[in-house]
C-alpha cells in the first residue's frame, strides 16, 4: 500500500487521542494509504523523545517551520493550543501539505477566512476535526433527521459542560488566556456544540449570548505561588436562531460539578424527537409522533449494528466502542480524501460559519444585544 507521511504538531492530551487513530486506522477500515508516524513536534525535546518511543514516531522536532519544508511529509496534523491554528495551518497549505486540524478553528474570523482562503487556493484537503460527527449515533440522527423522521425542526438544546475549573487551584494555562483561547468554554466546547447544531439543524441567523465568570484569579502554571486574572469566562449560555425558523439554546461550562464530558442534544421537531448524551454515546433516543398513544415514548437506540456508520469495522453488535474511535472514524474519512480529492466535512469553510458564530456569540455578550449573522 502507497505510503502517507505525518507530522504531528503537539503531544500531549490531543497528540495521544491522534497517534492513536493513526496507528488504528489501516487495522481496521479499508485505507488507501499506510500512513507513517514521521515526525513528532514539541517545544520539550526530553518529552517529546518520550512520546515518540511510547508512539512510534520515527522522529522528533522541535521547530515546527522546519517540518513544512520537508518533502517527505504529506500531511501535517495540527493538535497545538488554538492560537498556533492558523499560522501552521497556512504554512502547510502553502506548502502543499494536506492537513488535519483540531478545533476550535482559530481564534477570530479574519484568521479563519485567511487559512480557508488559502488551503483553498493550494488545493490541498483540510478536515477541521469535531471528531462528535463521527460517534455512529450522531450520523444516525442526522440519517433520521435527512429521512424526515423528525419533521420539521423546531427545537435544538445542545449542552457542553465540564468540571475541572471547580478546582480553585487548576492553573492559569493556556485554555485559560485569550491571547492563546480567544475565549472560555464558549470557544472550546461551544464550537463543538454549534458544529452539531450546523450539521443536525442548519445554519444560525443570530445569536444572544450571556457569559459569566465564577472565579476572576488563580495560581500561575509558570508559577504556582503566583496568581493571575482569568482572561475568559467560566461560563456561557447562548440563544440561538436558525434560516430554517427553529430556536436553540447552548450551555457550556467548566464549572458543573458531576459532568466530566457531557455533551447532549435534545432536537424536536414536528414529528417526532432526538436526544444523545456522548457519556453514554452508543444510544440515541427517539420519540415518534406516528407510534400509538398506549405504547409510545422514548426508544432507546443502541447504535451498535453492523448496518450503522462505521459500526462494522470493529465489534460484534453490543460490544460498545467510545471516544477514541470517533479520531479513528475521521482519520479513515481523512485518507479517503486525500485519494479521491473529495471534500470531508467539516472543513476550514465550516471552521469559518462556526467562528462566525462564536464571535457573534461573544459580540453579543460584550453589547448585551442579540447580534444577526
Ligand atoms: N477534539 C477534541 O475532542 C479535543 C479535545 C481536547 C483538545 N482538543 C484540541 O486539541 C488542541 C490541543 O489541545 P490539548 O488539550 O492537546 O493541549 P495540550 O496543552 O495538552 O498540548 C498542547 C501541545 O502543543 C505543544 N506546543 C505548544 N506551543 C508549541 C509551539 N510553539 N511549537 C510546538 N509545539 C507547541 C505543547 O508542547 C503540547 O504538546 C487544541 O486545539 C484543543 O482545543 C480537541
Not at 433527521?145 to 423546531?154: H, K, Q, Y
Not at 466546547?189 to 450539521?199: E, K, N, Q, T
Not at 465489534?315 to 472514524?329: A, L, N, Q, R
Request: proline share 4%.
Amino acid at each position: 500500500m502507497e505510503k502517507k507521511r505525518i507530522a504531528l504538531l503537539g503531544h500531549r492530551f490531543m497528540g495521544r487521542a491522534h497517534s492513536n487513530a493513526w496507528r488504528q486506522v489501516s487495522k481496521f477500515f479499508d485505507t488507501p494509504y499506510e500512513p507513517v508516524l514521521q515526525v513528532v513536534c514539541g517545544r520539550d525535546q526530553k518529552d517529546l523523545q518520550q512520546f515518540a518511543d511510547q508512539w512510534g514516531w520515527a522522529e522528533v522536532e522541535t521547530d515546527w517551520t522546519k517540518v513544512m519544508a520537508r518533502d517527505d511529509i504529506d500531511i501535517i496534523d495540527i493538535a497545538l493550543p488554538t492560537h498556533l491554528h492558523a499560522e501552521t495551518a497556512i504554512a502547510a497549505a502553502e506548502a502543499g501539505k494536506h492537513i488535519f486540524c483540531e478545533k476550535p478553528f482559530c481564534n477570530s474570523i479574519a484568521q479563519a477566512e485567511a487559512m480557508l482562503d488559502v488551503a483553498e487556493k493550494a488545493g490541498v484537503v483540510h478536515y477541521l476535526n469535531h471528531n462528535y460527527r463521527r460517534c455512529p449515533a450522531v450520523f444516525q440522527a442526522k440519517k433520521m433527521i435527512d429521512a424526515g423522521e423528525l419533521g420539521e425542526i423546531l427545537h435544538w438544546r445542545g449542552a457542553y459542560q465540564q468540571s475541572w475549573l471547580l478546582n480553585p487551584n487548576h492553573p492559569i494555562d493556556w485554555k485559560l488566556r485569550k491571547k492563546t483561547a480567544a475565549a472560555g468554554p464558549l470557544w472550546d466546547l461551544g464550537s463543538h456544540a454549534v458544529d452539531l447544531a450546523h450539521f443536525l439543524v442548519g445554519d444560525f441567523s443570530s445569536v444572544t449570548c450571556q457569559t459569566t465568570q465564577f472565579q476572576k484569579r488563580r495560581p500561575l502554571a509558570e508559577n504556582p505561588s503566583k496568581k493571575g486574572d482569568v482572561e475568559v469566562e467560566c461560563s456561557a449560555l447562548m440563544l440561538a436562531e436558525f434560516t430554517n425558523g427553529a430556536q436553540g439554546t447552548i450551555e457550556t461550562t467548566r464549572y458543573a460539578s458531576g459532568r466530566r464530558n457531557r455533551h447532549t442534544f435534545e432536537i424536536y421537531g414536528t414529528g417526532g424527537a432526538l436526544t444523545w448524551d456522548m457519556e453514554d454515546m452508543n444510544r440515541l433516543k427517539f420519540y415518534s409522533e406516528k407510534d400509538p398513544r398506549e405504547t409510545a415514548g422514548f426508544r432507546d437506540i443502541m447504535v451498535t449494528e453492523p448496518v450503522h456508520e462505521y459500526v462494522k469495522n470493529w465489534w460484534p453488535p453490543g460490544h460498545i466502542i467510545g471516544y477514541e474511535h470517533t479520531f479513528v472514524h475521521a482519520a479513515a474519512d481523512f485518507l479517503r480524501a486525500v485519494e479521491s480529492g473529495q471534500r470531508i466535512a467539516p472543513n476550514f469553510a465550516d471552521g469559518v460559519r462556526i467562528t462566525k458564530v462564536l464571535e457573534a456569540a461573544l459580540n453579543s455578550s460584550e453589547s448585551n444585544a442579540r447580534v444577526f449573522l
